[in-house]
Protein backbone atom coordinates (compact mmCIF):
# COMPACT_ATOMS: atom_id res chain seq x y z
CA UNK A 1 0.00 0.00 0.00
CA UNK A 2 1.02 3.84 -0.91
CA UNK A 3 1.92 5.46 1.90
CA UNK A 4 0.12 8.85 2.75
CA UNK A 5 1.39 11.95 1.80
CA UNK A 6 0.65 15.83 2.91
CA UNK A 7 -0.29 17.19 -0.32
CA UNK A 8 2.71 19.85 -0.73
CA UNK A 9 5.13 16.57 0.24
CA UNK A 10 3.35 14.37 -2.35
CA UNK A 11 3.72 17.01 -5.26
CA UNK A 12 7.27 17.59 -4.24
CA UNK A 13 8.18 13.93 -4.45
CA UNK A 14 6.58 13.32 -7.77
CA UNK A 15 8.65 16.36 -9.21
CA UNK A 16 11.93 15.46 -7.57
CA UNK A 17 11.40 11.48 -9.49
CA UNK A 18 10.68 13.37 -12.40
CA UNK A 19 13.83 15.71 -11.93
CA UNK A 20 15.96 12.16 -11.47
CA UNK A 21 14.20 11.01 -14.64
CA UNK A 22 14.75 13.90 -17.08
CA UNK A 23 18.49 13.21 -15.89
CA UNK A 24 18.70 10.55 -18.29
CA UNK A 25 15.67 10.78 -20.56
CA UNK A 26 13.90 13.91 -23.20
CA UNK A 27 11.16 15.34 -21.60
CA UNK A 28 9.42 13.83 -24.57
CA UNK A 29 9.56 10.14 -22.85
CA UNK A 30 8.59 11.52 -19.66
CA UNK A 31 4.86 10.48 -18.81
CA UNK A 32 2.68 10.04 -15.88
CA UNK A 33 3.00 6.22 -16.37
CA UNK A 34 6.82 6.61 -15.83
CA UNK A 35 6.32 9.15 -12.90
CA UNK A 36 3.99 6.60 -11.54
CA UNK A 37 6.63 3.22 -12.16
CA UNK A 38 9.47 5.34 -10.38
CA UNK A 39 7.88 6.48 -7.93
CA UNK A 40 5.75 3.23 -6.75
CA UNK A 41 2.36 5.31 -7.33
CA UNK A 42 -0.58 4.94 -9.36
CA UNK A 43 -1.05 7.35 -12.50
CA UNK A 44 -4.54 8.29 -11.26
CA UNK A 45 -2.14 10.20 -8.22
CA UNK A 46 0.37 11.57 -10.48
CA UNK A 47 -2.83 13.24 -12.77
CA UNK A 48 -4.45 13.85 -9.75
CA UNK A 49 -1.37 16.41 -8.97
CA UNK A 50 -0.21 17.18 -12.95
CA UNK A 51 -3.93 17.23 -15.38
CA UNK A 52 -1.62 17.23 -18.49
CA UNK A 53 1.88 15.77 -19.38
CA UNK A 54 2.66 19.81 -19.55
CA UNK A 55 1.83 20.67 -16.39
CA UNK A 56 4.39 18.24 -15.00
CA UNK A 57 6.58 18.70 -17.65
CA UNK A 58 6.63 22.30 -16.86
CA UNK A 59 6.75 21.84 -12.86
CA UNK A 60 10.05 19.47 -13.75
CA UNK A 61 11.87 22.24 -15.54
CA UNK A 62 10.71 25.02 -13.03
CA UNK A 63 11.93 23.05 -10.57
CA UNK A 64 15.07 22.76 -12.46
CA UNK A 65 15.85 25.80 -13.30
CA UNK A 66 15.79 27.22 -9.44
CA UNK A 67 18.08 24.65 -9.02
CA UNK A 68 20.54 25.92 -11.35
CA UNK A 69 19.58 29.39 -10.47
CA UNK A 70 20.87 28.12 -6.94
CA UNK A 71 23.62 26.30 -7.85
CA UNK A 72 24.52 29.90 -9.61
CA UNK A 73 25.59 31.44 -6.77
CA UNK A 74 29.17 32.82 -5.80
CA UNK A 75 30.60 34.13 -2.96
CA UNK A 76 30.46 37.83 -3.37
CA UNK A 77 33.49 38.22 -1.65
CA UNK A 78 35.24 36.43 -4.47
CA UNK A 79 37.26 38.95 -7.40
CA UNK A 80 34.99 38.59 -10.88
CA UNK A 81 36.98 36.17 -12.79
CA UNK A 82 36.74 33.38 -10.23
CA UNK A 83 33.27 34.17 -9.41
CA UNK A 84 32.36 33.40 -13.21
CA UNK A 85 34.18 30.76 -13.39
CA UNK A 86 33.32 29.06 -10.28
CA UNK A 87 29.25 30.13 -11.79
CA UNK A 88 30.61 28.48 -14.91
CA UNK A 89 31.41 25.27 -13.68
CA UNK A 90 27.94 25.24 -12.16
CA UNK A 91 26.19 25.67 -15.02
CA UNK A 92 28.35 23.22 -16.86
CA UNK A 93 27.78 20.44 -14.43
CA UNK A 94 24.08 20.88 -14.55
CA UNK A 95 23.94 20.30 -18.03
CA UNK A 96 25.90 17.38 -17.83
CA UNK A 97 23.67 16.38 -15.29
CA UNK A 98 20.77 16.59 -17.04
CA UNK A 99 21.22 16.27 -20.80
CA UNK A 100 18.74 14.97 -22.54
CA UNK A 101 16.00 17.01 -20.84
CA UNK A 102 18.59 20.19 -21.75
CA UNK A 103 19.13 19.54 -25.14
CA UNK A 104 15.35 18.63 -25.92
CA UNK A 105 14.57 22.20 -24.03
CA UNK A 106 17.61 24.57 -25.46
CA UNK A 107 17.70 22.36 -29.23
CA UNK A 108 13.97 22.25 -30.62
CA UNK A 109 12.17 19.17 -29.33
CA UNK A 110 10.63 21.90 -26.75
CA UNK A 111 7.28 22.35 -29.01
CA UNK A 112 5.36 22.84 -25.73
CA UNK A 113 4.79 27.30 -25.19
CA UNK A 114 4.65 26.41 -21.72
CA UNK A 115 8.59 24.56 -21.39
CA UNK A 116 9.96 27.99 -23.84
CA UNK A 117 8.69 29.84 -21.47
CA UNK A 118 10.26 28.41 -18.43
CA UNK A 119 13.50 28.42 -20.10
CA UNK A 120 13.48 31.86 -21.38
CA UNK A 121 13.05 32.76 -17.66
CA UNK A 122 15.44 30.84 -16.26
CA UNK A 123 18.15 31.98 -19.21
CA UNK A 124 17.10 35.96 -18.27
CA UNK A 125 17.70 34.57 -14.50
CA UNK A 126 21.40 33.50 -15.00
CA UNK A 127 21.40 37.30 -16.76
CA UNK A 128 20.08 39.05 -14.02
CA UNK A 129 22.25 37.10 -11.50
CA UNK A 130 25.65 38.03 -13.35
CA UNK A 131 24.25 42.25 -14.36
CA UNK A 132 23.95 41.94 -10.73
CA UNK A 133 27.53 40.28 -9.79
CA UNK A 134 28.56 43.33 -11.99
CA UNK A 135 27.06 45.90 -10.18
CA UNK A 136 24.80 46.94 -13.36
CA UNK A 137 21.44 44.72 -12.71
CA UNK A 138 19.67 48.57 -11.63
CA UNK A 139 20.18 49.94 -14.82
CA UNK A 140 21.67 47.46 -17.54
CA UNK A 141 23.08 48.64 -20.66
CA UNK A 142 21.50 47.06 -23.72
CA UNK A 143 24.28 46.00 -24.88
CA UNK A 144 25.57 44.11 -22.23
CA UNK A 145 22.16 42.26 -21.73
CA UNK A 146 22.53 41.36 -25.32
CA UNK A 147 26.05 40.30 -24.87
CA UNK A 148 25.12 38.51 -22.08
CA UNK A 149 22.04 36.57 -23.48
CA UNK A 150 24.84 35.53 -26.66
CA UNK A 151 27.60 34.12 -24.08
CA UNK A 152 25.06 32.23 -21.76
CA UNK A 153 23.65 30.33 -25.89
CA UNK A 154 27.41 29.88 -26.15
CA UNK A 155 27.83 28.11 -22.65
CA UNK A 156 24.81 25.79 -23.93
CA UNK A 157 25.61 25.49 -27.39
CA UNK A 158 29.55 24.10 -26.63
CA UNK A 159 28.27 22.04 -23.69
CA UNK A 160 25.90 19.98 -25.51
CA UNK A 161 28.24 19.72 -28.36
CA UNK A 162 31.25 18.75 -25.88
CA UNK A 163 28.68 16.18 -24.48
CA UNK A 164 28.62 14.53 -27.65
CA UNK A 165 32.19 14.88 -28.94
CA UNK A 166 34.14 15.10 -25.71
CA UNK A 167 36.36 16.20 -28.19
CA UNK A 168 38.17 18.49 -26.12
CA UNK A 169 38.94 17.79 -22.43
CA UNK A 170 36.65 19.42 -19.66
CA UNK A 171 39.00 22.19 -18.72
CA UNK A 172 39.74 23.10 -22.54
CA UNK A 173 35.81 23.29 -22.29
CA UNK A 174 36.22 26.14 -19.07
CA UNK A 175 38.86 27.89 -20.38
CA UNK A 176 37.34 28.93 -23.85
CA UNK A 177 34.02 30.14 -21.99
CA UNK A 178 35.65 31.62 -19.08
CA UNK A 179 38.21 33.73 -21.40
CA UNK A 180 34.76 34.46 -23.58
CA UNK A 181 33.21 35.48 -20.63
CA UNK A 182 36.25 37.69 -19.50
CA UNK A 183 37.27 39.83 -22.82
CA UNK A 184 33.83 40.20 -23.96
CA UNK A 185 31.75 41.52 -20.86
CA UNK A 186 34.53 44.56 -20.05
CA UNK A 187 34.40 45.13 -23.69
CA UNK A 188 30.19 45.55 -23.85
CA UNK A 189 30.10 48.07 -20.78
CA UNK A 190 32.94 50.00 -22.74
CA UNK A 191 31.07 49.89 -26.13
CA UNK A 192 27.98 50.98 -24.26
CA UNK A 193 29.18 53.91 -22.22
CA UNK A 194 31.14 55.44 -25.70
CA UNK A 195 27.29 55.00 -27.45
CA UNK A 196 25.95 57.04 -24.69
CA UNK B 1 -3.78 28.59 -68.09
CA UNK B 2 -0.60 27.80 -66.11
CA UNK B 3 2.44 27.84 -68.21
CA UNK B 4 4.06 25.06 -68.80
CA UNK B 5 7.83 24.94 -67.24
CA UNK B 6 10.58 21.99 -67.83
CA UNK B 7 10.69 19.97 -64.70
CA UNK B 8 13.51 21.88 -62.66
CA UNK B 9 12.73 25.24 -63.92
CA UNK B 10 8.83 24.67 -61.84
CA UNK B 11 10.73 22.95 -59.18
CA UNK B 12 13.03 25.98 -58.53
CA UNK B 13 10.39 28.03 -58.99
CA UNK B 14 8.14 26.45 -56.46
CA UNK B 15 11.09 26.25 -54.18
CA UNK B 16 11.65 30.52 -54.94
CA UNK B 17 8.14 30.73 -54.03
CA UNK B 18 8.51 29.08 -50.58
CA UNK B 19 11.70 30.76 -49.46
CA UNK B 20 10.11 34.30 -50.59
CA UNK B 21 7.24 32.74 -47.82
CA UNK B 22 9.42 31.91 -45.12
CA UNK B 23 10.89 35.50 -44.97
CA UNK B 24 7.54 36.93 -43.49
CA UNK B 25 6.41 33.03 -42.08
CA UNK B 26 7.55 30.36 -39.97
CA UNK B 27 8.26 27.06 -42.03
CA UNK B 28 5.15 25.44 -39.92
CA UNK B 29 2.96 28.11 -41.85
CA UNK B 30 3.82 27.18 -44.89
CA UNK B 31 2.47 23.98 -46.66
CA UNK B 32 1.16 23.13 -50.25
CA UNK B 33 -1.40 25.38 -49.89
CA UNK B 34 0.58 28.24 -49.66
CA UNK B 35 3.04 27.60 -51.97
CA UNK B 36 -0.09 26.74 -55.23
CA UNK B 37 -1.75 30.19 -53.81
CA UNK B 38 1.78 32.31 -54.32
CA UNK B 39 2.68 30.38 -57.50
CA UNK B 40 -0.49 30.50 -58.91
CA UNK B 41 -0.95 26.83 -59.71
CA UNK B 42 -2.59 23.75 -58.51
CA UNK B 43 -1.74 22.18 -55.02
CA UNK B 44 -1.91 18.67 -56.95
CA UNK B 45 1.28 20.30 -59.08
CA UNK B 46 3.02 21.33 -55.41
CA UNK B 47 2.25 17.73 -54.21
CA UNK B 48 3.89 16.32 -57.47
CA UNK B 49 7.15 17.84 -56.64
CA UNK B 50 7.33 17.85 -52.83
CA UNK B 51 4.75 14.74 -51.74
CA UNK B 52 4.95 15.55 -47.99
CA UNK B 53 5.55 19.16 -46.22
CA UNK B 54 8.15 18.03 -45.02
CA UNK B 55 10.00 17.25 -48.33
CA UNK B 56 8.96 20.82 -48.84
CA UNK B 57 10.41 22.58 -45.94
CA UNK B 58 13.83 20.78 -46.50
CA UNK B 59 13.93 21.97 -50.23
CA UNK B 60 13.29 25.64 -49.26
CA UNK B 61 15.59 25.50 -45.94
CA UNK B 62 18.58 23.49 -48.31
CA UNK B 63 18.39 26.41 -51.22
CA UNK B 64 18.16 29.32 -47.95
CA UNK B 65 21.55 27.05 -46.76
CA UNK B 66 23.17 27.36 -49.51
CA UNK B 67 22.51 31.07 -50.19
CA UNK B 68 23.88 31.58 -47.02
CA UNK B 69 26.88 30.19 -47.19
CA UNK B 70 27.21 31.85 -51.22
CA UNK B 71 26.48 35.27 -49.00
CA UNK B 72 29.27 34.89 -46.79
CA UNK B 73 31.77 34.01 -48.94
CA UNK B 74 34.63 36.71 -48.88
CA UNK B 75 37.63 38.27 -50.79
CA UNK B 76 40.47 36.20 -49.68
CA UNK B 77 42.99 38.98 -50.45
CA UNK B 78 41.14 41.02 -47.02
CA UNK B 79 43.07 40.98 -44.07
CA UNK B 80 41.28 38.19 -41.49
CA UNK B 81 39.74 40.90 -39.23
CA UNK B 82 38.01 42.28 -42.46
CA UNK B 83 36.50 39.08 -43.69
CA UNK B 84 35.09 38.39 -40.04
CA UNK B 85 33.75 41.84 -40.11
CA UNK B 86 31.90 41.50 -43.47
CA UNK B 87 30.89 37.84 -43.14
CA UNK B 88 29.29 38.62 -40.02
CA UNK B 89 27.18 41.13 -41.88
CA UNK B 90 26.20 39.00 -44.25
CA UNK B 91 25.38 36.40 -41.80
CA UNK B 92 23.14 38.73 -39.79
CA UNK B 93 21.69 40.45 -42.81
CA UNK B 94 20.56 36.86 -43.77
CA UNK B 95 19.11 36.09 -40.34
CA UNK B 96 17.29 39.82 -40.57
CA UNK B 97 15.37 38.74 -43.91
CA UNK B 98 14.17 35.18 -43.04
CA UNK B 99 13.22 36.21 -39.49
CA UNK B 100 10.58 33.61 -38.61
CA UNK B 101 12.08 30.53 -40.12
CA UNK B 102 15.57 31.17 -39.05
CA UNK B 103 13.73 31.17 -35.26
CA UNK B 104 12.06 28.06 -36.21
CA UNK B 105 14.99 26.14 -37.46
CA UNK B 106 17.21 27.73 -34.71
CA UNK B 107 14.75 28.18 -31.39
CA UNK B 108 12.83 24.46 -31.36
CA UNK B 109 9.46 24.46 -33.91
CA UNK B 110 11.49 22.55 -35.92
CA UNK B 111 9.77 19.37 -34.57
CA UNK B 112 11.31 18.03 -38.21
CA UNK B 113 14.67 15.59 -37.96
CA UNK B 114 15.21 16.59 -41.64
CA UNK B 115 15.02 20.22 -40.53
CA UNK B 116 17.51 19.87 -37.91
CA UNK B 117 19.81 17.68 -40.31
CA UNK B 118 20.04 20.86 -42.90
CA UNK B 119 20.13 23.38 -40.10
CA UNK B 120 23.40 21.34 -38.72
CA UNK B 121 24.70 20.72 -42.00
CA UNK B 122 24.81 24.80 -42.19
CA UNK B 123 26.17 25.69 -39.22
CA UNK B 124 29.35 23.11 -40.20
CA UNK B 125 29.31 24.95 -43.35
CA UNK B 126 29.81 28.32 -41.72
CA UNK B 127 32.21 26.44 -39.55
CA UNK B 128 34.55 25.10 -42.00
CA UNK B 129 34.49 28.17 -44.60
CA UNK B 130 35.85 30.22 -41.18
CA UNK B 131 38.36 27.43 -40.72
CA UNK B 132 39.31 27.30 -43.86
CA UNK B 133 39.63 31.18 -44.09
CA UNK B 134 42.15 30.74 -40.57
CA UNK B 135 44.34 28.16 -42.73
CA UNK B 136 43.11 25.16 -40.41
CA UNK B 137 40.41 23.31 -42.33
CA UNK B 138 42.84 20.67 -43.20
CA UNK B 139 42.89 19.58 -39.40
CA UNK B 140 41.49 22.07 -37.47
CA UNK B 141 42.23 21.91 -33.93
CA UNK B 142 39.14 20.65 -32.06
CA UNK B 143 38.85 23.28 -29.79
CA UNK B 144 38.52 25.72 -32.14
CA UNK B 145 35.83 23.81 -34.41
CA UNK B 146 33.93 23.99 -30.37
CA UNK B 147 34.82 28.42 -30.17
CA UNK B 148 33.85 28.38 -33.21
CA UNK B 149 29.98 26.64 -33.16
CA UNK B 150 29.51 28.57 -29.59
CA UNK B 151 30.55 32.31 -31.96
CA UNK B 152 27.80 30.61 -34.81
CA UNK B 153 25.24 30.32 -31.56
CA UNK B 154 26.08 33.70 -30.00
CA UNK B 155 25.24 35.31 -33.52
CA UNK B 156 22.18 33.80 -33.70
CA UNK B 157 20.99 34.08 -30.23
CA UNK B 158 21.80 37.65 -29.94
CA UNK B 159 20.81 38.69 -34.11
CA UNK B 160 16.91 37.32 -33.29
CA UNK B 161 16.81 38.69 -29.68
CA UNK B 162 17.48 41.85 -31.26
CA UNK B 163 15.36 41.82 -34.29
CA UNK B 164 12.94 41.18 -31.40
CA UNK B 165 14.08 44.22 -29.15
CA UNK B 166 15.91 46.92 -31.52
CA UNK B 167 17.16 47.83 -27.95
CA UNK B 168 20.87 48.38 -29.61
CA UNK B 169 21.63 50.07 -32.93
CA UNK B 170 22.63 47.52 -35.53
CA UNK B 171 26.24 49.04 -35.41
CA UNK B 172 26.53 48.10 -31.75
CA UNK B 173 25.04 44.28 -32.19
CA UNK B 174 27.99 43.84 -35.44
CA UNK B 175 31.22 45.75 -33.23
CA UNK B 176 29.95 43.11 -29.87
CA UNK B 177 29.70 39.70 -32.27
CA UNK B 178 33.07 41.24 -34.30
CA UNK B 179 35.12 42.08 -31.10
CA UNK B 180 33.60 38.27 -29.85
CA UNK B 181 35.29 36.64 -32.95
CA UNK B 182 38.18 38.67 -33.02
CA UNK B 183 39.16 38.13 -29.38
CA UNK B 184 38.37 34.44 -28.80
CA UNK B 185 39.46 32.49 -31.80
CA UNK B 186 43.38 33.54 -31.90
CA UNK B 187 43.06 32.72 -27.98
CA UNK B 188 41.58 29.05 -28.68
CA UNK B 189 44.20 28.60 -31.42
CA UNK B 190 46.40 29.05 -28.92
CA UNK B 191 44.87 27.16 -26.18
CA UNK B 192 44.92 24.30 -28.62
CA UNK B 193 48.75 24.91 -29.56
CA UNK B 194 49.55 25.07 -25.76
CA UNK B 195 47.37 21.66 -24.93
CA UNK B 196 49.08 19.82 -27.82
Known amino acids: MVRRLPR ?3 RAQLVEVGIRLSRRLPFEAIGAAEIAAAAGVSKALVFHYFPTTEELHAAIARHEAARLL ?9 PHDQRLR ?3 ESFITHI ?15 SSAV ?5 EDARQG ?3 MILRALGVAADPPA ?3 LLLRG ?5 EEMTLLWLDEASVPRETLVTLLHHAGLTNLPAALETEAAGR
Chains 1, 2 share one sequence.
Not at 96 to 110: D, F, L, Q, T, V
Not at 151 to 155: P, R
Request: aromatic share 6%; proline share 4%; glycine share 6%.
Open 86 to 88: IGL
Open 70 to 78: ADLETDPAL
Open 143 to 145: GVV
Open 96 to 110: ERSPASYRSMARGAA
Open 8 to 10: EAR
Open 151 to 155: WIAMV
Open 115 to 119: LREVY
Open 126 to 128: VCT
